[in-house]
């Protein structure tokens, strides 16, 4: 099977239907939703948010199983201020595609509810793992405006243990696809929901909100580009430990 792997996920979906893998069509939805961040950070933060947005899609499932490295993760200097050690999956080979769910659309993390992405297509066979892709928000995908064109977009205020408070705005964007977050789950025909939850925790947890920006007219501070906070941003919503994925059993309420 190795050499549909280069084609598009699509035709390498009808192949592994067609060639004699056993493998069956099939959909299956996939939603979004977020796990509170509860108590202070590694810094000494605790953060309330007001909002959590972000821009999802595509999202693509793979039958190769992530290995978590036994190798000392790559030096990063913002390390040396306790900013950004982050989930390093080891020998990681994705292997076959078998499913995607090719919409792009902007998901509220603190939404009541988990957030319907849409249907994924899929054949039947033994997952292992998952790419995201967060891409920059578009018109289309965000009509509101609300992530300003932007991956993700936090707001809220942090209080450190000290007594020092930042409300801040804060947003950012991502490179390429998060790839090899863990997801297993030998997946016949049976009926269910692939549930993605972002756990806020890791997203915000070694943010040092000391190092925002100084306080706009309103009050308000952000996320420099150089900064500790924004690295620390950046690398907690890279790491992949920070999206929980599960099946649930049963038809979508």
Known sequence: MKSILALPSV???????????????????????????????????????????VSVGPVRFYEGHVLLSSRWPRFEPYALIGGTAWAHPGHYVPGDALGELLNTGMVDLLAAQPTVLGEASAVT?????MELTLPSATASSDAQGLLQGRAVRIRGVAKHTDG???????AMELQKPIQGIRFERALEMETGRVRITVDLKKWLGRIDFATASPVDAGGVSTFPTESQAMNALVRG???????????VDGATP
């Open 164 to 170: 020092r408070e930042v409300h801040f705005d804060a």
């Open 125 to 129: 066979g033994d997952y292992g793992s």
């Open 11 to 53: 035709l390498v979906l009808a192949l592994l239907v067609g060639c004699g893998t056993g493998a069956q069509r099939r959909t299956f939805p996939v939603e979004m939703t977020a796990q509170p961040m509860t108590g202070p950070n590694d810094r000494g933060w605790t953060v309330t948010l007001a909002s959590a947005h």
């Open 237 to 247: 919503v890279e790491d992949t430990s920070a999206y929980v994925v599960t099946w």
